[in-house]
């Protein structure tokens, strides 16, 4: 699950959940400064390299610790990025 993720990390900023936040700097060594956690079910504006507005909305999957989905909201369009989940109607379904 964090394949290529090593001490040496530096292609950018990792946008995850607190959770995988302290495991990623505390089980592989991954600087602070690289790590942005985000608030799960708090839609979060950020912006692009180009200046653009988007915002997110960190979903539990219901996978392992710290897993998430991204909920992107672009514009006039909405974008679920999913790794692994596990459908759990209860989960999925909360408000």
Avoid at 9 to 19: D, E, F, K, L, R
């Amino acid at each position: 699950h964090y394949g290529g993720i090593t001490a040496k990390w530096n292609a950018g900023t990792i946008y995850c959940s607190q959770a995988t936040a302290n495991l990623v700097k505390h089980q592989l060594r991954v600087q602070s400064h690289y790590l942005h956690p985000l608030p799960l079910l708090t839609p979060t504006l950020l912006r692009t390299a180009k200046g653009t507005p988007v915002t997110v909305t960190l979903l539990d999957a219901n996978h392992c610790p710290g897993a998430i989905m991204f909920l992107f909201h672009l514009e006039d369009r909405h974008v679920l990025h999913v790794g692994d989940f596990r459908w759990d109607r209860s989960v999925m379904l909360a408000p």
